[in-house]
């Protein structure tokens, strides 16, 4: 059964940092493009980062470029998003998700990923 659990969410400070966990189980990650997406109140689901199964290319909303950064660990079957820097702006669920299609890079669009976890909340707010 595959199965992703978000995990590190919370109340920080503008300027603080969080690390937000990504855990599989039932498939191995490495084999998958990994996309984290975020939805705050009223707005539509958006892209994060991802990072593609082939060469661990990356890629960046514009809106967080230079402060958050993607990662995984094949032995860990997890993937991560360091978020630095954070603004009010940042506050939503964030999500991650797998790309099931046989691709070499990765997607920013919800609607190219198959499987998400549950979501875990980021609240940034002095």
């Known amino acids: 059964q595959v199965q992703l659990v978000e995990s590190g969410g919370g109340l920080v400070q503008p300027g603080g940092s969080l690390r937000l966990s990504c855990a599989a189980s039932g498939f191995t990650m490495a084999y998958y493009s990994i996309g984290w997406f975020r939805q705050a109140p009223g707005k539509e689901r958006e892209g994060v980062s991802c990072?593609?199964?082939?060469?661990?290319?990356?890629n960046y909303a514009d809106s967080v470029r230079g402060r958050f950064t993607i990662s995984r660990d094949n032995a860990q079957n997890t993937v991560y998003l360091q978020m630095n820097s954070l603004k009010p702006e940042d506050t939503a669920i964030y999500y991650c998700?797998?790309?099931?299609?046989?691709?070499?890079?990765?997607?920013?669009?919800?609607?190219?990923?198959?499987?998400w976890g549950q979501g875990t909340q980021v609240t940034v707010s002095s």
């Open positions: 990072i593609s199964s082939s060469d661990d290319r990356t």
């Open positions: 998700a797998t790309d099931d299609r046989i691709v070499t890079y990765c997607s920013n669009s919800p609607s190219d990923y198959d499987s």
